[in-house]
């Protein structure tokens, strides 16, 4: 007869070399409420007086008519795609954002041009769901060729239908322009493919 399993328990609690540890007057929890409610009311009425007043500061944003100021310079917000000298992107169809990005947001579908010796693979599609994205910054990290990026502005980005969030490879080339990539390509030759084809009639 076999005996039934008696739980673990654990005889000492773990302490944290971290653990903060509260005082006496942090104890007296009554004190800690009063203080919280003084706080909260400061502010509550710091922003009444600014509102009578007809001041800002007392209200959110109103967006998306107003932007705010404060962003940060770091900000990740809507994303570019950068463009080479003669508009195309820059982007050659690597698929290390997509593979990187972990709510599995892009989808880029490959284009391949024989005639363009420097940037033959580039993308046919180019798609984000910002349904979805949670705007990390590891597409723009791990890109190698600098052609997709994050401004800190996210202009006419919420909608009350998932279906249109997605946005399209000429959003994000043409939302925000850009063409000051960090490893430049030449431009595609003038005439390359005319040239091609009418070696390979000669033929």
């Known amino acids: 007869m076999t005996n039934p399993r008696t739980p673990q ?4 609690a773990r302490s944290y070399w971290n ?19 003084t706080i909260t009311g400061g502010v509550f009425l710091r922003n009444m007086w600014k509102w009578c007043t007809g001041r800002k500061g007392a209200v959110t944003v109103y967006y998306p008519e107003e932007t705010r100021a404060d962003y940060a310079r770091g900000n990740r917000g809507k994303h570019v795609l950068v463009q080479r000298a003669d508009g195309s992107p820059q982007c050659v169809a690597c698929n290390l954002c997509a593979t990187v990005c972990p709510a599995r947001v892009i989808e880029i579908e490959a284009a391949f041009d ?3 010796a420097a940037h033959p ?8 769901d910002y349904a979805r994205c949670i705007f990390c910054g590891l597409c723009v990290e791990a890109c190698p060729e600098d052609a997709i990026r994050m401004v800190k502005d996210v202009p006419d980005l919420p909608g009350p239908d998932r279906a249109r969030m997605w946005l399209s490879k000429d959003e994000l080339l043409g939302w925000q322009p850009a063409r000051d990539a960090a490893k430049p ?7 390359a493919g005319s040239a091609a084809a009418s070696t390979g009639s000669a033929r």
Do not use: C, H, N, Q
């Open 9 to 12: 328990v654990r005889r000492t």
């Open 19 to 37: 653990e903060p540890a509260m005082g006496a007057w942090e104890r007296v929890y009554l004190l800690e409420v009063v203080r919280g409610l």
């Open 114 to 116: 024989p005639d363009d």
């Open 121 to 128: 693979k580039s993308p046919a599609s180019f798609e984000i």
């Open 185 to 191: 390509y030449p431009p595609r030759a003038a005439g």
